[in-house]
């Protein structure tokens, strides 16, 4: 992106003829050599200028004026705090496991689970799949890995030693659901949070539990 020679640049742009960034501008600043042309276009309005402010910068060969796959951090004016968790897991290079359907983080991100309250709840709720404290296999046919992923262990990338990045992780899955890879998979993860089937309470116990099983 910060190549002196916009031939090579990551992001292969001719920034001189790209509506919205800068008019006559030869690299993106600051430019990781040579000097920065600033161009005659408005900084102020440009398009890379404002995906830099929301701290959305989109991903590696995602075009600049596309919208991200992680969503927007600024909502209607609102500034919407949570966690930005990177795209690999810690020490990795796998990307984060993220589930099919669209969706963004429950207010369960913002409260304190309980882990004794959330093992109930995944009894009730979650164990017929995922089976006793996460440790089965269930079958799942029609589906290309042909079993329901186990919860513990879980899925490496899904983990972080800060809390509410792992929180964060875990608390897509149970608000928007999952649909498992294959032709015809038998079982699907249901949408938790956005069904209305668990409170956000009872997600963010649920998230408390399954993290006490991963550490």
């Known amino acids: 992106c910060h190549n002196a ?15 919205g960034v800068l008019a006559g501008a030869k690299r993106i600043p600051p430019a990781g050599q040579g000097e920065n042309i600033l161009g005659g276009g408005n900084w102020e309005q440009s398009i890379l200028n404002q995906i830099l402010f929301v701290n959305q910068l989109m991903p590696f060969g995602h075009p600049l004026g596309g919208v991200s796959p992680d ?6 004016g609102i500034l919407v705090t949570m966690p930005v968790p990177g795209p690999t897991a810690e020490g990795g290079q796998e990307e984060v496991a993220r589930p099919s359907e669209a969706g963004g983080p429950g207010e369960a991100t913002s409260l304190t689970g309980d882990k004794t309250t959330g093992q109930k709840v995944y009894e009730d709720h979650c164990q017929v799949c995922h089976g006793l404290e996460g440790t ?37 899955f149970l608000q928007n659901g999952s ?13 938790w949070g956005a069904n209305g089937a668990l409170t956000q309470r009872q997600i963010a116990d649920v998230i408390a539990y399954l993290i006490s099983l991963n550490q």
């Open 5 to 19: 020679d916009i031939s090579i640049a990551a992001a292969n742009l001719d920034l001189s003829s790209y509506s």
């Open 71 to 76: 969503g927007p951090t600024i909502q209607a």
């Open 136 to 172: 089965d296999n269930v079958v799942n046919p029609g589906s290309d890995d042909g079993t329901i992923p186990p919860l513990n262990p879980i899925d490496e990338t899904l983990i972080s030693s800060d809390y509410t990045t792992f929180a964060y992780n875990l608390d897509l």
């Open 179 to 191: 649909t498992a890879e294959g032709p015809n998979a038998a079982f699907q993860m249901p949408a």
